[in-house]
């Protein structure tokens, strides 16, 4: 079967079709219009950082990560595009970079570089595909284990930490905003039930802000002129411009064009749900009963 006659089957279910038909996925502006793929993508082409908001299990959601970044490296040209994930922390970035540059085995990546349990199937076709491209790999997030410290202790578990080991970190000392939406939201659905992992939902919140701004960080860090840094995160970190967005903003020293993605899970993909309206720039519907990877 040649790819042209596989891609017209599989139209049908990656677009808008007429009633009857059962798409895999629906895209949306913010407002709720239908929104065209490849008016997005012109759009995603100009930013400096697109933050792809993923459900982790989600198929779709990795599907199109890898069509986006296939799409961004043809339109942008060579060395013009960087992918940054939140999948892989700070100190394996020189695993990580090792394995871009083509010096480091799948097989030892693997084994060395902590990936999460669903490496293999849902992110190493797009770090493959970067690899074979010759464009640039970030993990941008906080090692674990200092979120956890902070969740336990408050960011003051950071303040006698070694420089070697604060430079896997934001700069500190670090601003958390509790006034922003998706601080709110956490302070609200953890309250003092947080408190059973050793610390309330003020060290919950601490700890989602160290993830956030050490992604923005190295986000940050990881730019040069002209191109376009892809992001892979979960969309908590970036829905209504929030988390990593917020930090970016506060961070930058010239304005940044941002643009967002959300994957978002309905019952009808006819129209956007009244309270996925205005997640990010462009929300992603997939139907709820679709498979999960995990």
């Known amino acids: 079967m040649t790819k042209k006659l596989l891609f017209l089957l599989l139209l049908p279910l990656l677009a808008f079709g007429p009633a009857g038909e059962r798409p895999a996925y629906r895209l949306f502006t913010a407002q709720g219009q239908p929104a065209d793929y490849d008016q997005m993508l ?20 990795h599907w199109l990560e890898l069509q986006v970044a296939k799409d961004l490296a043809r339109l942008k040209g060579p060395d013009k595009l960087v992918l940054g994930l939140e999948m892989f922390e700070r100190d394996v970035q020189p695993l990580v970079a090792s394995y871009a540059s083509g010096t480091l085995a799948d097989s ?29 790999i970030i993990g941008t997030n906080v090692p674990r284990r200092y979120a956890q410290q902070v969740a336990r202790g408050s960011l003051a ?9 604060k430079a896997y970190l934001a700069p500190l000392p670090l601003k958390v905003d509790y006034e922003l939406p998706g601080y709110k939201n956490m302070a609200a659905m953890f309250g003092d039930a947080s408190a059973a992992h050793g610390g309330g939902a003020r060290n919950v919140i601490q700890a989602q802000a160290l993830k956030d701004a050490t992604m923005a960080t190295y986000i940050q860090r990881s730019l040069a002129p002209g191109q376009t840094l892809l992001h892979l995160n979960g969309s908590y970190h970036s829905d209504h411009h929030d988390g990593i967005v917020a930090y970016l903003r506060a961070q930058a020293k010239a304005p940044l064009r941002v643009q967002t993605l959300s994957v978002v899970t309905q019952s009808q993909l006819q129209q956007l749900d009244k309270e996925n309206l205005a997640l990010a720039d462009y929300v992603i519907v997939v139907p709820d009963d679709m498979t999960k990877t995990y």
């Open 108 to 136: 030892a990546f693997e084994r060395q570089s902590r990936p999460w349990p669903n490496y293999a199937t849902d992110y190493r076709p797009l770090l493959q595909f970067a690899r074979s491209q010759h464009i640039g």
């Open 42 to 61: 012109t759009q995603l082409a100009q930013a400096d950082v697109v933050l792809f908001g993923e459900q982790h299990n989600d198929p779709i959601a």
């Open 157 to 165: 578990a950071l303040d006698k930490l070694p420089a070697a080991e």
